[in-house]
């Protein structure tokens, strides 16, 4: 059974960082294209970031381009978001995501994705 589990998520001063990661339990994680989203209390879940399986280059949602940076460590099956400059907007449970048929003008779409974490918090005072 495939699990994702997120962590790093945590109470943060504005202009602050912090760096979340999301463990997979899959053999072949370099297969599966990963995500990020966000859900923010009322709000729909939005994209935050992915990278494409068997690529190393990220898609970024504008609202945080130039601020957050996502990465990948496939050999230990773990996705990586490193969040800086964070802002009160940025408040909101973190999710990761993944799935191998996910294609390019999909990347933000939720429902794309097969394999969801149970999400980290992350709150951002102001």
Known sequence: QVQL???GGGLVPA???LRLSCK???????AYTVGWFRQAPGSEREFVAAMKRYNSNPYYANAVEGRFNMSRDNAKATAYLQMNS???DDTAVYFCAADQQVIT???GVPSQYDYWG???QVTVSS
């Open 15 to 17: 202009g602050g960082s």
């Open 118 to 120: 149970q999400g980290t």
């Open 86 to 88: 964070l802002s009160a």
């Open 5 to 7: 589990v997120e962590s």
């Open 105 to 107: 003008t999909s990347l």
């Open 24 to 30: 997979a339990s899959l053999p072949t994680f370099s």
